[in-house]
Each structure stands twice: as C-alpha cells, then as structure tokens.
C-alpha cells in the first residue's frame, strides 16, 4: 500500500510537520443543527404569516408585513446556509505529530485543540446506538495524563481510530529511535 502525504499548509503547522489526513463531521451533525434551526423559526413565521397577514385586508400595513414576512424568510435561508457553512468548517487534521480539532465559524469564531501524540495516553472510538451504527458515525477520545478530548460525529470512527492510532505508533517509535540513537 503506497502512503499518500497531504500537501497542504495551516497556520500554527510546525516546520518538519506533515499533514497525513484529515477528515470532517458527519453529515448528521450539520444535519441536526438545520433541523433544530428550522424547527424554531418555520413555525414563528407561519404563526406570523397566519395571524398579521392573512387577517388584513389589502392595506399599506398588509403590504409592509408582506415585506417583512419575505425579509424574514431571507433571512432563514441564509441562516439555513451558514449552517451548512459552518459544517464544511470544522474539521479535524491529522499530522505525524499531532491531531488538531479545528472549530472555524463564519463570524468571529475560530478555536483549535491539539493533542500531541506523545500526550496521548490512550484512544477509543465508540458507535452506542442503533442510528450512529446504522449511520455509521461515532466519537473518538484522547485520553492525556489529566484530561481527555473527545470529538464526536465522526464517520466510520473505528476506521479513523485504526489510522490515528497506526500513525501515533509510528511516531513513538521513530521518537523512541531517536533518543536511543541520541544516548548512544
């Protein structure tokens, strides 16, 4: 099987770093936030359009509330694409030295967590349930010295978990060659 290196750039990349993989969250996780935003806000427009609208007769008022109404709906759909947006977003990157979680916003938002390969203590992936098992989505946790990182919706875990878990080995041992060769 011939290892096939990501040739891209991010900021906080160390020099002698190398991304090998990177994946995104489930579509269910976009999914879910859409169907919680349009759940909420379908119905308080309907509500609107049913009692401010629909009750007026042709008058400047109904024609303003129309206006409203159309603003309102504008403004869910474009809510609607900045969550899907926010879903291409995040995304977790796999060096040969660490995993970083990214958590990217549109607006003003962008958080990273890094755990080092040499933190991680232990790693697990998980799929409990019938849809994540039908879905095939899950979590993986780095458990480190005092706390532990957990991601979830995450597609086919175990098979990311067998790929983290094989380049992590492959740091230790070039890191465990190198002091051995550095104490002799």
Not at 50 to 65: A, D, H, M, N, Y
């Given at each position: ?10 900021s906080?990349?160390?020099?002698d ?16 936030k ?15 359009f049913?009692?401010?609208?629909v ?5 400047t ?14 403004f869910i ?14 995304a977790?990157?796999?060096t ?7 958590k ?10 890094e ?20 879905l ?22 175990v ?22 060769s550095?104490?002799?």
């Amino acid at each position: 099987m011939v290892k096939k290196e990501i040739d891209t750039k991010f900021s906080g990349m160390h020099s002698d770093e190398k991304v090998v993989f990177f994946f995104r969250h489930h579509f269910i996780n976009t999914l879910l936030k859409l169907l919680r935003f349009i759940l909420v806000w379908v119905p308080v427009l309907l509500v609107f359009f049913t009692f401010f609208i629909v009750g007026l007769r042709e008058s400047t008022e109904r024609k303003i509330l129309l206006v409203l109404f159309s603003v309102g709906i504008f403004f869910i759909v474009h809510g609607g694409f900045l969550i899907i947006l926010d879903g291409f977003l995040d995304a977790v990157i796999i060096t040969n030295k660490r995993v970083i979680h990214l958590k990217k916003s549109i607006f003003l938002n962008e958080l990273s967590d890094e755990t080092k390969f040499e933190n991680i203590q232990n790693i697990t992936a998980e799929k409990k349930g019938f849809m994540r098992n039908l879905l095939k989505y899950g979590s993986i946790t780095f458990y480190l010295y005092n706390k532990q990182n957990r991601i979830d919706f995450i597609h086919r875990p175990v098979r990311q978990f067998n790929r983290i878990a094989r380049i992590r080995e492959e740091y230790m041992l070039s890191k465990n060659l190198e002091e051995s060769s550095a104490q002799s």
